[in-house]
């Protein structure tokens, strides 16, 4: 059991300036607060607080750290709110209490490999401040060394929950002592057998091994001081959870494993490192391959070592590393170790800088702060959600979901099913109903409303980060505009012909049956003049297509017609069906055979472009109210242009957006009735218009193929309500 005179007195040790008051108070605090709890050992509860507070100390982590573990739960578990914390502890334990309160409701809940990587992963981001991680692996450490306590099922699920999240957390910090006490103690909830025997084993070894351990740490150090280098060597015994991996991994007996005991040897500085080694090597032989150069090399988690294993004095494999007294530090308080005060040895800012960067996973970061005169500082408020690429979110049953930074609820709601995507019709954020532009947080729960009727609109894009809902929403219209092509060319089909086409007909055309055909004629692959040709089938004059208001038709940039009108369909190659005005130039030049007269009906919220030329006196203000008038009859200007004329007038040229004839015929009628306006038309005729817009069309061109694209959405929706 941990007391509050023993985590100060380890304070002082390492800071003698720390202010110790600080801690005596959030002591006093703490222990009022958690006054009437107790824990499931019968103990008071604030004994779990000291315990979290003493290993913070052990980690020499600053006072706002120790506080934080004495504070940790009172937010959690009692009347305490952050303000009360704030106020006497001040903004920076508030925030770190926070934290730690925060990650807490975190709840990982798949025990699947992949969840675990990415609930860490998450626990990274969502940590702010690297304390917070600290204090929550010390929170951890301290309730599995009390785990005894709690019912079996807790145990286990405790246990694995940090074996599969805590201990390699701590592994990633570098803290290697917490990893290997945490995985020690779960492994002897997980396996109990298990555990006893390589426990019973290693005490049944213990005098031979502790024998061997110190022969061998004097033949090293004797060795050593020949060559005039001082060192300090000691051999540690591996730990129980290392030496059962080892014998699963290796299939070996307890008997044949020797490296159960293995040797640091601690030098001066780098050079000596390798002059050790050197040493060692000369004295005992290596075992080829077991040699790695960490110094050169540092381990993602900032390790550094020579590590070497040799054929030591009894035939016994010996493991050694060689550090200098920093990277043991290092080594064995990863992170922790930056906050290390005075007595760590390490000083002056430069050294600091050159361990910082020793850390590779915050290399990043480093080298923002390379400039930053007090590293220290900068890294008491790391932002760790920077470094982050990604957002970890939940679903509703727990799942965890890895997106890009800036995804929003389609992206996600995609990630879960492409059928999901295309028929969601809403989200709900944390419970709260959400728009589809909202960009998803870190630990956010996602619930995704679907309907059955549902389907995917081009605006979606809009929304869309991720390129597999970009994907799925494009595939989506790709099979929309394939069934809209089938049904365009049975309808052309259907009209030419008097009965289906026969087998030899349909192989005449390269297809291989009936339906290909259809979409290559709706496609205008096969153009209806070598159709009709081919059948040998003479008419003149344009074909009725009854159906064609259910295919795929993109109004001709020539000519601009709208729903309403009399228009022309031709089938381009392609393309499908190309709807130009009847009187349309282009459209002339074709021939006639390649026509068909098609219906377009409006499509409510469905617009698109068509040009009007306004013909006005000049007077200030005139632009103002006609775009006015225009935007008040719900149509929207895309493109303008302006002509002066002689004797004070003006002629317009304006694209703009209906839905159809009448909706335009409501907007020309509007802008009639303002004063100084003379004259307005419509300009339907390819040359009046091209004359005008041709350097907007490629800009125009982009509005019409949303604009249709949008039609075949509505559009299959109808196709669906009349096929039922
Ligand atoms: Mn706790």
């Not at 351990?213 to 129980?240: C, F, P």
């Not at 000049?618 to 895309?638: C, F, P, V, Y």
Request: some cysteine; overall charge neutral.
């Amino acid at each position: 059991m941990s007391r509050i005179f023993e985590i100060t007195e380890k304070i002082k040790s390492y800071d003698p300036d720390a202010n110790i008051n600080l801690i005596n108070r959030a002591y006093v605090f703490a222990a009022q607060a958690h006054a009437e709890q107790h824990r499931q050992s019968g103990e008071l509860y604030i004994n779990h607080p000291l315990g979290v507070a003493n290993i913070l100390a052990s980690l020499k982590l600053d006072v706002d750290t120790i506080a934080t573990g004495l504070l940790h739960d009172t937010v959690e578990d009692t009347h305490v709110t952050l303000e009360d914390i704030r106020a006497r502890f001040g903004d920076d334990v508030g925030h770190l209490v926070d934290g730690v309160t925060k990650i807490g409701k975190i709840q990982f809940q798949s025990s699947e490999h992949k969840q675990a990587e990415n609930f860490r992963k998450m626990l990274l981001a969502t940590a702010k401040d690297i304390r917070v991680l600290l204090v929550k692996l010390a929170d951890r450490l301290h309730n599995m060394r009390t785990l005894g306590f709690v019912p079996r099922r807790k145990q286990v699920s405790t246990s694995n929950e940090t074996m599969q999240i805590y201990a390699p957390l701590a592994h990633r910090l570098g803290i290697h002592w917490i990893k290997q006490e945490m995985d020690d103690i779960a492994f002897s909830y997980l396996e109990p057998e298990a555990y006893q025997e390589v426990l019973g084993k290693l005490r049944g070894n213990l005098t031979f091994l502790d024998k061997t351990r110190s022969q061998i740490e004097v033949l090293l150090q004797e060795a050593l001081q020949r060559e005039k280098l001082d060192a300090t060597i000691y051999g540690r015994m591996k730990h129980l959870f290392s030496i059962h991996e080892k014998i699963k991994r290796k299939h070996v007996d307890f008997d044949q494993l020797y490296d159960l005991v293995a040797f640091r040897v601690i030098v001066k500085d780098t050079a000596e490192c390798y002059h050790a080694l050197g040493i060692i090597h000369s004295l005992y032989p290596p075992v080829p391959g077991r040699f790695k150069d960490y110094i050169a090399l540092p381990k993602p988690n900032g390790y550094q070592s020579l590590q070497t294993t040799v054929i030591g004095p009894g035939s016994h494999r010996i493991e050694v590393q060689i550090r200098t007294q920093a990277m043991h530090q290092y080594a064995e308080d990863g992170v922790a170790a930056h906050w290390i005060y005075k007595s760590d040895g390490v000083t002056g800012e430069k050294k600091k800088n050159q361990q910082l960067r020793e850390f590779r996973w915050l290399k990043q970061l480093t080298e923002m702060i390379q400039d930053t005169s007090n590293p220290t500082e900068f890294m008491e408020n790391v932002r760790l959600d920077l470094f982050v690429q990604e957002v970890y979110v939940f679903s509703r049953d727990g799942d965890i979901f890895a997106l890009p930074r800036g995804s929003t609820p389609l992206d996600f709601a995609y990630a879960v099913h492409t059928d999901v995507g295309n028929h969601c019709v809403g989200v709900r954020v944390n419970g709260q109903l959400t728009d589809f532009e909202t960009r998803l947080h870190q630990g956010d729960q996602v619930e995704v409303l679907t309907g059955p009727e549902q389907t995917p609109s081009l605006q979606w894009l809009k929304y869309i980060k991720t390129p597999r809902a970009r994907q799925s929403v494009r595939q989506y219209f790709r099979r929309q505009e394939r069934d809209m092509s089938i049904r365009m060319g049975a309808s052309v089909l259907d009209t030419i012909l008097d009965a289906k086409p026969s087998e030899k007909m349909i192989k005449s055309f390269k297809c291989k049956d009936y339906k290909q055909l259809c979409e290559k004629v709706g496609r205008g692959d096969i153009p209806v003049d070598e159709l009709i040709s081919t059948l040998g089938q003479q008419r003149s004059g344009p074909f009725q297509l009854h159906h064609a208001k259910s295919a795929i038709m993109y109004p001709a940039t020539c000519c601009y017609p709208l729903p309403g009108d009399q228009v022309m369909g031709a089938l381009v190659k392609g393309k499908g069906m190309v709807i130009h005005d009847r009187y349309c130039n282009t459209l002339q030049q074709q021939h006639e055979n390649t026509w068909m007269e098609v219906e377009w009906k409006p499509e409510e919220g469905v617009n698109f472009c068509t040009a009007i030329e306004i013909v006005t006196k000049n007077r200030r203000g005139m632009l103002g109210d006609i775009s006015g008038t225009i935007a008040s009859q719900k149509s929207d200007i895309e493109d303008l242009r302006i002509e002066q004329k002689a004797g004070q007038m003006t002629t317009l040229t304006v694209l703009l957006e209906v839905e159809s004839r009448k909706h335009l015929a409501d907007v020309i009628r509007c802008v009639r009735q303002l004063e100084g306006v003379e004259r307005v038309k419509r300009l339907n005729h390819s040359g009046l218009v091209l004359k005008h817009f041709h350097q907007g069309v490629g800009h125009m061109l982009k509005g019409v193929m949303d604009a249709s694209l949008h039609l075949l959405q509505t559009n299959r929706k109808k196709n669906n309500d009349s096929s039922t």
